[in-house]
Antibody, heavy 113, light 108 residues
């Protein structure tokens, strides 16, 4: 079964850091491009970041550029999102996704003092 | 990169057909046949309804269909049912991704 499982979410103060992880199983992870997508409470879906299968090509949404870093470890079938200088507006459920499918179940990140 | 433009709301009576538009640019929707549509009920995760413009995943009703013309993609729901009431999002996913602004579908 193809599965993506996120972890690492939680409550963090403004200006703080958090690292999200996504464990992939059921498919050849190293062959696929991966993404992070988020959804703030009561808001729409927002694409956050993309990484190619080898990790050589990376894109970010303007809203997170310079603060977030996407990476992957193909040997560990894992995707990561390092989030620094977090702001209240980064509060959202973060999904790991092999667009268009599958998506993980999401992990909630809350930025608040 | 700006979000793809969708109407904020679309409504229809049971049994009718409705169409949701998704307008992008020649850099996203217009360049690639990598457009998907998601349905999201309140408090639930998004569900994939259409991928690669017009393909339906296994298990998705054939009442849902997708198309594209130029920089605009469209999702049509035929034979509207009460369970179709939800938010719908389009997505262009060729590398640098972008989602639509979202459309609330109301069944009258």
């Amino acid at each position: 079964e193809v599965q993506l499982v996120e972890s690492g979410g939680g409550l963090v103060q403004p200006g703080g850091s958090l690292r999200l992880s996504c464990a992939a199983s059921g498919f050849t992870f190293s062959s696929y491009e991966m993404n992070w997508v988020r959804q703030a409470p009561g808001k729409g879906l927002e694409w956050v970041s993309y990484i190619s299968s080898s990790g050589s090509t990376i894109y970010y949404a303007d809203s997170v550029k310079g603060r977030f870093t996407i990476s992957r470890d193909n040997a560990k079938n894992s995707l990561y999102l390092q989030m620094n200088s977090l702001r209240a507006e980064d509060t959202a459920v973060y999904y790991c996704a092999r667009l268009p499918l599958p998506w993980g179940q999401g992990t909630l990140v809350t930025v608040s003092s | 990169q700006s979000a793809l433009t969708q109407p904020a709301s679309v409504s229809g009576s049971p049994g009718q057909s409705i169409t949701i538009s998704c307008t992008g640019t020649s850099s996203d929707v217009g360049s690639y046949n990598l457009v998907s549509w998601y349905q999201q009920h309140p408090g639930k995760a998004p569900k994939l309804m259409i991928y690669e413009v017009s393909k339906r995943p296994s298990g998705v009703s054939n009442r849902f269909s997708g198309s594209k013309s130029g920089n605009t993609a469209s999702l049509t729901i035929s034979g509207l049912q009460a369970e179709d009431e939800a938010d719908y999002y389009c997505c262009s996913y060729a590398g640098r991704g972008v989602f639509g602004t979202g459309t609330k579908v109301t069944v009258l």
